[in-house]
């Protein structure tokens, strides 16, 4: 997965595999979070301000289903001092809508190698 800058959001497009199942055809929940805190963090590596997550809130509004392709979206919302805010969202791309949604808070840090 490769998150590329697009004006002022970080996006990836993925396809879950299937390694990552939890009921059948359905990505864990916990996968759908990590993809989440992920585009979130590219956000923030993008807009220069790398960080490590502090507070992660996740909104799951659909099951992710496994073969299903994915639109992950992070962006910087705010930066205050040494903390990020962000938020992610995780659209299907066959038809734009929502799968799931994140606001998340990242402490500042000194990146230490390639990311």
């Not at 990505?27 to 507070?55: C, F, Q």
């Not at 791309?93 to 949604?101: K, P, R």
């Amino acid at each position: 997965m490769t998150f590329l800058p697009e004006g002022e959001v970080s996006v990836a497009d993925f396809e879950v595999p299937a390694r990552y199942q939890s009921w059948k055809g359905v990505v864990h929940g916990g996968i759908v979070a990590l993809l989440l805190d992920e585009a979130a963090g590219w956000a923030a590596w993008h807009r220069g301000h790398p960080g490590v997550t502090g507070k992660l809130e996740v909104r799951l509004r659909q099951p992710l289903r496994i073969g299903e392709r994915i639109r992950l979206t992070g962006r910087v919302e705010n930066i205050r001092r040494s903390l990020v805010y962000a938020t992610a969202t995780i659209e299907r791309i066959s038809d734009g809508v929502t799968i799931a949604e994140a606001n998340v808070t990242l402490m500042e840090a000194t990146a230490t190698g390639d990311r």
